[in-house]
C-alpha cells in the first residue's frame, strides 16, 4: 500500500513538472501546435531559393512598380534615379521611363499601369512553375518514404540485413534523382522559351 502511495506521489510530481514546463498540453493546444509548425516548416519550404527566387523578385518588383504609381498619382515627381530588381527585362523598361521622366517631365502613368499588368502575369506564371516543381519533389519524397519503409518491413518480415552501403546507395541514387528533375525542369524551360530568351 505504501509503494502504491509512493509512486502515485512521484507521478504527481512528474504530471506537475511536465504541466510547468508546458510539455503537457490539452490536445486541441497539441493540435493547434502542431499545426503552426506544420505551417512554418511550409513557408520555410515555400520560400526556400529553389523555389521563389525568380517569385520573390518578381514580386519585390512590383511593389516598386506599385510605390511609383502612387508616388505619380499623389502628384509626387522624383528627380531621383530609381533602382529596381532585376526581373527578366522590367529592369531596362523602367529605367527607360525614369530617364525621360527626370529629364523630359513626361507623364509615365498610363506605362506604368501596362507594366504592373505585364509583372502581375508574369508572377502567375512563375507561381504555376513554382507549383509544378514543388509538385514534383513531394511526389519524389512520398515515393522516397515507400521504397525505405518497403525495405523496412522486408529486412523486419524475412529477417533480412541490408548492408549500410546498399542503403547510402539508394539515398544517393534519389539524390541524383532529385538533381536530374531540377535540371530537367531548367532544360525544357530553356528549350521552350528559347527564342523569347533570345527576344530579350
Given amino acids: 500500500m505504501e509503494s502504491w502511495g509512493l509512486l502515485l506521489s ?34 520555410k519550404i515555400k520560400n526556400a531559393p529553389i523555389f521563389s527566387s525568380e517569385l520573390s523578385v518578381a514580386e519585390s518588383l512590383l511593389q516598386e512598380v506599385i510605390f511609383w504609381i502612387q508616388s505619380r498619382e499623389s502628384g509626387l515627381r522624383s528627380s531621383e534615379e530609381r533602382v529596381f530588381s532585376p526581373f527578366k ?45 514543388m509538385n514534383g519533389l513531394w511526389q519524389m519524397a512520398f515515393m522516397s518514404l515507400l521504397i525505405f519503409g518497403f525495405i523496412y518491413l522486408t529486412a523486419v518480415q524475412l529477417e533480412l540485413k541490408f548492408s549500410a552501403l546498399f542503403l547510402m546507395g539508394i539515398f544517393l541514387w534519389q539524390i541524383f534523382g532529385v538533381m536530374f528533375f531540377l535540371w530537367g525542369l531548367k532544360r525544357i524551360e530553356r528549350w521552350f522559351f528559347h527564342h523569347y530568351y533570345q527576344f530579350l
Fill in 10 to 43: 512521484v507521478v504527481a510530481v512528474l504530471l506537475i513538472q511536465l504541466v510547468k514546463t508546458e510539455d503537457l498540453l490539452l490536445p486541441y493546444e497539441y493540435l493547434a501546435r502542431v499545426i503552426t509548425k506544420q505551417k512554418m516548416t511550409l513557408l
Fill in 89 to 133: 527585362n522590367y529592369p531596362m523598361l523602367l529605367n527607360e521611363l525614369n530617364h525621360f521622366e527626370r529629364q523630359f517631365g513626361i507623364g509615365v502613368r498610363d506605362f506604368l499601369l501596362e507594366i504592373r499588368l505585364g509583372i502581375m502575369k508574369d508572377i502567375l506564371f512563375e507561381t504555376k512553375k513554382s507549383q509544378e516543381k
